[in-house]
């Protein structure tokens, strides 16, 4: 990686395309720490450390802080993450949408259009409810109609311009602006995260119990790392052969290629799901002041893992299960064995020992589902680890196993990206030459 980005910078297009993602990413730290004008920022803080519950710890590190700050970015891109799921499960279910997807780059920036609309729907109807919701308790020095237009037109416009940083990036700078920004606030939260361990583990103890405590923590860091990248970049390769055919005089065709089919065929589309349903009854009741029932303690990832209260855990088993159905769902309706099957046996392609058509696709439903189930338990792993030490050790930080997966997945697709365009230049050049 680091040969990668020193091999870039010599390059003078990529050099100037990276330093402009990362003025990008200063504007965006920025805007997380600035206030929006009638706000109590203290009044997140207070109330968090009423609840029982962790509904808002994943949504306040995904913004880098800047929900608990209540800054214009306090929504930040997760409408936009939200509208483009939404758009995604449409594409499969409404046909008009899935001609579009199929309708090359043009069917492609309409849809990109109706989910910037989507996106700015979604920002001001979660703008208007925390205006509303928590104004009068206490969000705005003055509730009034003044204060909860400002709140509501600050949020909308705050998330509207992070997307069109997010596509900035995109198209002027490297990798993928939205995953960039999710990256970036995501990795803001770390070093507070590590200081609560020094501050929990290491700050006054005993020599032997500070060094045991930091070697465990950097144990369980390196080991998850490691854990994610090997989940990330595992895939299982399916051989294909092309049959040969007469063009003109020629014979064409007979090469040999493969189909990529990933191990972590979800990505973390999966834990967000299951994190999202379990923690939806958990915000209900908080917004309801019911935040101490004993049945959201079941449902709060605070509480799982907990030698003195192992009952709790019972949620843990939920979440596992909702992880890996999502996992089998969300590839159901991203991958099309069927589908698949079709287009090599239209190209010529077969899979070696195995009969084109319907038997192929069985053959790629079999072993998809296989490796659906190794990716789920893959993640199940990475994202319990953190779980585990937060229940057992009480080790409360909010990078956890999720935030883990996004940050290597990003950093590896960006390299990728930058490898691909070193390697374009590289042709360029040579073929002026």
Known sequence: MFKTLRNAFKIKDIRTKIFYTFLMLIVVRIGSQLPIPGVNRDYFSQWFSQQTGDAFSFFNAVTGGSF???????????????????????????????????DGEDGRKKITAITRYVTVVLALIQSTAMAVGFGNKGLLQEFNFINILTVIVGLTAGSAMLMWIGERITEKGVGNGISI???????SRIPSDLATLYE????????????LAIVIIAAVIILTTVLTVLLQGGERKISVQYAKKMQGRKMVGGQSTHIPLKVNTAGVIPIIFASSLLQFPVVIASLLGKSGSEWVKYLSSSNWCDPNNLKYSIGLLVYIILVVFFAYFYTSITFNPLE?????????????????????????????????????????IVA??????????????????????????????????????????????????
């Open 384 to 433: 319990v680890i953190p779980i585990f030490f937060n229940g057992v050790f009480s080790a409360q930080v909010t990078f956890g196993g999720t935030s883990l997966i996004i940050i290597v997945g990003v950093v590896l697709e960006t390299m990728k990206q930058i490898e691909s365009q070193m390697l374009v230049r590289y042709y360029k050049g040579f073929l002026n030459d």
């Open 340 to 380: 698949v099957a079709n287009n090599l046996k239209k190209q010529g392609g077969f899979i070696p020992g195995i009969r084109p058509g319907t038997p192929t696709s069985d053959y790629l439903t079999k072993i998809l589902n296989n490796i659906i189930f190794i990716g789920a338990v893959g993640l199940i």
């Open 181 to 187: 920004v999710l990256l970036i606030n995501i990795v």
């Open 68 to 102: 608990l700050e209540m800054s214009v970015f306090a929504l930040n891109i997760t409408p936009y993450i939200t509208s483009s799921i939404i758009m995604q499960l449409l594409t499969i279910v409404i046909p008009k949408l899935e001609e579009m997807h199929k």
């Open 200 to 211: 929990t583990f290491v700050k006054g103890k005993a020599l032997a119990y500070a060094i």
